[in-house]
């Protein structure tokens, strides 16, 4: 018999074959027992059709169990009974009150066939039969048992809306463990996400799993805390020296001259292991992804080797190296000589302090040994450096934002910037220079000194807009400077190449715009006439007898504004012939250009009455009783236009 269909990995069949239908509506089989028919039924219900045929085969006899004769009635070793298998008799056997796998109940009168559609307690693919008036299940196409007639199944077409196509089934188990299966795996995705997005937002303001500080424990710190931890490391980062006879100190990384920053090492702490990718974002939250943080700092070598020659050799005995050092009262680097004697064998306590710095939180204790040396740093060496520094103060910084404003760099400031690192060992002095403290200096300082605000400028106009003052009000661009960084980069080249610069601070610069404004108030002077007439939007309200300047300090011809007042002045000046003069308590002053300006003139009331600038004029200023400086002084306000205008008389006028 040909299978053309797959078959499991346990051996069954899927379905049952035409072949098989057709053998069984052919042959008588032995009845059986509730039990086996129901086992029975239920392979053949999931397409077992292997199991079913073999099936107690040597003693039950099941549904189906047939097969041709001479076929040997054990299962091969395969563990298949082929068709064609004579079944056993056994004993018959009433119906169970159950069936199986979904057969529902089996009652006297229902027999079950394959390829029809179940009742609501039947299994798709079978269908019951009526009125067969006997116990017991007759199995599909196989003789009841003697106390029930014999009826043949009558094969019927497969029930489309509940087939049991048994590869379905196997299909729907497959399908159900991988849906399980993904489900599994989208779950601990989801974990996965969901912890890393929690991490992640937990972490974003700490700093990150995995970020070493030395000894000290750092992960989870906020900002706020990490001052003190740092505080703390550098403490407890104690070095104790000894000498080669037991003596010894206790020395903090300050005493051996070590700057920490610790606002620095915090902001190191914070961004260590940055991320600015979605990997780094995985790996900044990964506890076991290290990054190790030093402490921010530089170390003075000679301030090292000054404390433990201090603490260690006798004064009397100790080495010194010559040295420089910033004079503020002579703005100037000094060198001081040195002398030779004993020196602590510095170099093991250096290592020291840089592990300290690279791991802090951990005391060390070492012991070192002293030498005798001449002076470790030479004077002519030292006097080198304090040459090199003071042409840095020399050659001025002069900052500007390519304005009107720019402001030269104090040289106290640029000698604070300047660092001196000795090294006895070596016998050296080197400069370097301070970029934080430069930057630091450059953020406050530049917007203070350069910034400004803008300001229109004011011209003063006529009532037809013919402009009168040009810029009464002087413009003034704003500025706002930015990228102080890029100024201190400046900076720190121009001290390291010891040539001074003129550094360009980069700016955002807002022109200023012109306005214009109309003159209510304009004051003519005329000198040919030696009257001051007074005009209020245009038109005269007041004239005045006025005494202008003498021929040799005539009143300036032009136009010019009131721009200052005093209610009484004592006025000075020179007269022709070189003598000072002082007019005491002068009333009513207005100046217009300079020191020429409208005042009270009670010693000069005939020059005014005669209108003679020639014998009885001033030394500049117009002359005015002192009713009429004063109407001027109280109705023109600072702004107002003053125009001189026509020639010197040869004499009075009046």
Request: proline share 5%; glycine share 8%.
């Amino acid at each position: 018999m040909t299978d053309e269909r797959d078959q499991q990995p346990d051996g069954r069949y899927d379905a049952l074959s035409d072949d098989f239908e057709d053998f069984a509506a052919t042959q008588a089989m032995p009845p059986l027992s509730a039990d086996a028919a129901a086992e029975a039924i239920a392979d053949l219900t999931y397409g077992n059709v292997a199991d079913a045929a073999r099936r107690n085969a040597r003693a039950a006899g099941t549904a189906g169990a047939y097969a041709a004769p001479a076929m040997p009635a054990e299962p091969a070793d395969d563990g298949f009974v082929p068709l064609g298998t004579p079944a056993v008799p056994v004993t018959p056997a009433a119906a169970a009150p159950n069936g199986s796998a979904g057969i529902g109940s089996a009652d006297a009168t229902r027999v079950f066939t394959a390829g029809a559609p179940a009742e609501a307690s039947g299994l798709a693919g079978f269908q019951d039969v009526p009125d067969l008036g006997a116990a017991g299940i007759v199995a599909y196409g196989v003789p009841a048992t003697d106390d029930a007639p014999s009826v043949l199944a009558v094969p019927v077409a497969p029930a489309a809306p509940e087939s049991l196509d048994p590869g379905a089934v196997t299909a729907r188990r497959s399908r159900k463990g991988l849906v399980v299966t993904l489900c599994v795996v989208l779950a601990l995705l989801a974990a996965l996400v969901g912890s890393f997005l929690y991490a992640r937002a937990h972490y974003a303001d700490r700093v990150a799993p995995g970020v070493r500080f030395g000894a000290v424990d750092v992960t989870g710190k906020t900002r706020d805390e990490l001052a003190a931890v740092v505080q703390q490391a550098v403490k407890d980062s104690g070095i104790t020296v000894k000498d080669a006879n037991g003596a010894g100190v206790t020395a903090s990384l300050e005493d051996l001259g070590v700057n920490v920053d610790v606002d620095k090492t915090v902001d190191d702490l914070m961004n260590a292991k940055t991320a600015s990718n979605l990997l780094q974002d995985v790996t900044r939250v990964i506890p076991f992804v290290h990054e190790d943080v030093a402490l921010a700092a530089d170390t003075d070598k000679g301030e090292l080797e000054a404390f433990l020659s201090e603490k260690l050799i006798d004064e009397s005995e100790r080495a010194v190296p010559s040295s420089i050092a910033y004079d503020g009262s002579q703005h100037l680097f000094t060198a001081t000589e040195g002398r030779s004697g004993k020196t602590p064998s510095a170099s093991a306590v250096k290592d020291a302090v840089d592990a300290a710095i690279a791991s802090p939180g951990t005391a060390a204790t070492l012991t070192i040994d002293d030498e005798t040396v001449d002076a470790p740093i030479a004077l002519a060496t030292a006097q080198s450096a304090a040459d090199a520094a003071n042409q840095r103060l020399a050659n001025k910084i002069v900052m500007t934002a390519g304005d009107a404003k720019q402001f030269e760099v104090p040289v106290d400031d640029v000698a604070s910037w300047i660092k001196v690192e000795s090294d006895s060992a070596k016998g050296t002095i080197e400069l370097s220079y301070d970029a934080t403290a430069i930057r630091k200096y450059m953020a406050e300082q530049l917007p203070a000194q350069l910034n400004q605000d803008m300001v229109s400028q004011e011209d003063i106009v006529d009532e037809n807009g013919a402009v009168l003052v040009e810029a009464k009000t002087a413009g003034v661009n704003g500025v706002a400077v930015k990228d102080t960084d890029q100024a201190a980069e400046q900076v720190v080249a121009a001290l390291e190449t010891g040539d001074g610069a003129q550094v360009q601070v980069a700016a955002d610069v807002t022109r200023f715009d012109v306005k214009q404004k109309k003159s209510e108030w304009r004051i003519v002077v005329d000198k040919s006439s030696q009257l001051a007439t007074v005009y209020q939007n245009g038109n005269a309200v007041k004239t005045f007898n006025i005494c202008t300047g003498t021929d040799n300090h005539q009143t300036t011809n032009g136009t010019w504004y009131i721009y200052l007042k005093y209610r009484v002045q004592d006025m000075t000046g020179l007269n022709d012939d070189g003598s000072r003069y002082l007019s005491k308590g002068v009333e009513w002053v207005s100046y217009f250009n300079g020191g020429e300006g409208f005042h009270t003139a009670t010693w000069n009331y005939d020059g005014i009455a005669d209108g003679d600038p020639v014998s009885r004029g001033s030394h500049g200023c117009v002359n005015m009783y002192a009713s009429d400086a004063q109407w001027v002084y109280q109705n023109c306000p600072e702004g107002t236009i003053v125009q001189v205008v026509g020639s010197q008389p040869s004499g009075a006028v009046r």
